[in-house]
């Protein structure tokens, strides 16, 4: 079972768009649509932010995205704010009956 | 306030054997799946196990099998890991996560307790 890859990071300036993926095989990612994505601020739990592929749970705001082509998955953040900062994770169930994760986005906010 | 809250971390022997529990509050605990979800210091983070809401299915990561047990008591809303064989690599911050309802399948975690440090080292 290996992890999903993420690159380790990724930058913008306040108000741009950033995109980071998530690859994995067609007996995870690729096969089903159960990808989620979750933000980490240091010493803190994660919060879901994605799941099922392009679902935000409530309360979490619009500008999170998610998409997913093929065997990789990828979380879009538009108009980038300060409070954005954080590490990023993506998760997807595997047809081994476990869960997958990515290895870690860490994003900075220029 | 809705939440889970770990305990029963701590400095453990290589072999040795340690048991966390996580305790849910204003929910149903008994509705939902739990799963256990660790991450080593300043690394990412590992999916361990999860145990249905009505305790008929387990399933565990390939680097815990045969160690690691995932065990509830939904009379008293509390989830357990007990911790075998412990080795090096099972240091890490342990969190209980909640499967969410929402989801389609149980990889979805919509509560997070706020983590117990295990230190396996002699």
């Known amino acids: 079972q290996s992890a999903l890859t993420q690159p380790a990071s990724v930058s913008g300036s306040p108000g741009q768009s950033i995109t980071i993926s998530c690859t994995g095989t067609?007996?995870?990612?690729?096969?089903?649509?159960?990808v989620s994505w979750y933000q980490q601020h240091p010493g803190k739990a994660p919060k879901l932010m994605i799941y099922?592929?392009?679902n935000r749970p409530s309360g979490v705001s619009n500008r999170f995205s998610g998409s997913k082509s093929g065997n990789t998955a990828s979380l879009t953040i538009s108009g980038l704010q300060a409070e954005d900062e954080a590490d990023y994770y993506c998760?997807?169930?595997?047809?081994?009956?476990?869960?997958?994760f990515g290895g870690g986005t860490k994003l900075t906010v220029l | 306030e809705v939440q889970l809250l770990e305990s029963g971390g701590g400095l453990v022997q290589p072999g040795g054997s340690l048991r966390l529990s996580c305790e849910a509050s204003?929910?149903?605990?008994?509705?939902?799946?739990i799963n256990w979800v660790r991450q080593a210091p300043g690394k990412g983070l590992e999916w361990v196990s999860i145990?249905?809401?009505?305790?008929?299915?387990?399933y565990y990561a390939d680097s815990v099998k045969g160690r690691f047990t995932i065990s509830r008591d939904n009379s008293k809303n509390i989830l357990y890991l007990q911790m075998n064989s412990l080795r090096a690599e099972d240091t890490a911050i342990y969190y209980c996560?909640?499967?969410?309802?929402?989801?389609?399948?149980?990889?979805?975690?919509?509560?997070w307790g706020q983590g117990t440090l295990v230190t396996v080292s002699s």
């Open positions: 099922d592929v392009t």
């Open positions: 145990i249905s809401a009505d305790i008929t299915t387990t």
């Open positions: 067609s007996a995870d990612v690729g096969g089903y649509n159960y």
């Open positions: 204003a929910f149903t605990f008994s509705s939902y799946g």
């Open positions: 998760n997807s169930y595997a047809s081994t009956n476990t869960v997958l």
């Open positions: 996560a909640r499967r969410s309802m929402g989801s389609k399948k149980w990889n979805t975690f919509d509560l």
